[in-house]
Antibody, heavy 125, light 110 residues
Framework: QVQLVESGGGVVQPGRSLRLSCAAS????????MHWVRQAPGKGLEWVAF????????YYVDSVKGRFSISRDSSKSTLYLQMDRLTPEDTAVYYC??????????????????WGQGTLVTVSS | QSALTQPASVSGSPGQSITISCTGA?????????VSWYQQYPGKAPRLLIY???NRPSGISNRFSGSTSDNTASLTISGLRTEDEADYYC???????????FGSGTKVTV
């Protein structure tokens, strides 16, 4: 079964850190770039980060640059999002999503073709 | 980076057709053929509906169709059904720094 399953969300205090995971199955993980997208409560979707299939290219939305870090472990078919110096504005459901391109590197992201169910991150004191 | 602009809500009756617009600029919607559309039910993950302006993934009904004109993309839902009640988001590659941007979202009521 082709799927993405996020984990690691929870309640965290402002200024603290959290690491999200996204376990992939049913497809060849190390051939695809991967994304993180978030959605604040009652708000729209916001693209957060991308990592290329082999990990050499990483892109971020300006609001998380220097605080969030995307990475991957192909031996575990798992995507990560390390989130540091969290603020209440980071409160959201975080989705991982798959890039459709196979073995391609580049910032011209065409679309996101497979999504996980999401994990909720709440930043509050 | 500004989100692409969508109407907040669109409504229609069963069997009718509705169109949702997605307005960007010549650095995203107007300059590339990488516009996509996503459907999201409350409390659920988004699902890809349309990719590269007008292509449907396997399993997506042909009642959903996409097009572009200048800096505006459009999603048309034909033969509206109650199950089409959901939020719809456009998305596009953009050359303005952040490589991907979503629209502001449209709530469809049937």
């Amino acid at each position: 079964q082709v799927q993405l399953v996020e984990s690691g969300g929870g309640v965290v205090q402002p200024g603290r850190s959290l690491r999200l995971s996204c376990a992939a199955s049913g497809f060849t993980f190390n051939t695809r770039g991967m994304h993180w997208v978030r959605q604040a409560p009652g708000k729209g979707l916001e693209w957060v980060a991308f990592i290329s299939y082999e990990g050499s290219k990483k892109y971020y939305v300006d609001s998380v640059k220097g605080r969030f870090s995307i990475s991957r472990d192909s031996s575990k078919s798992t995507l990560y999002l390390q989130m540091d110096r969290l603020t209440p504005e980071d409160t959201a459901v975080y989705y991982c999503a798959r890039d459709p391109r196979i073995f391609l590197i580049g910032s011209a992201i065409p679309y996101l073709d497979l999504w996980g169910q999401g994990t909720l991150v709440t930043v509050s004191s | 980076q500004s989100a692409l602009t969508q109407p907040a809500s669109v409504s229609g009756s069963p069997g009718q057709s509705i169109t949702i617009s997605c307005t960007g600029a010549n650095i995203d919607v107007g300059d590339y053929k990488y516009v996509s559309w996503y459907q999201q039910y409350p409390g659920k993950a988004p699902r890809l509906l349309i990719y590269e302006v007008s292509n449907r993934p396997s399993g997506i009904s042909n009642r959903f169709s996409g097009s572009t004109s200048d800096n505006t993309a459009s999603l048309t839902i034909s033969g509206l059904r109650t199950e089409d009640e959901a939020d719809y988001y456009c998305g596009s590659y953009t050359s303005s720094g952040t490589p991907y941007v979503f629209g502001s979202g449209t709530k469809v009521t049937v």
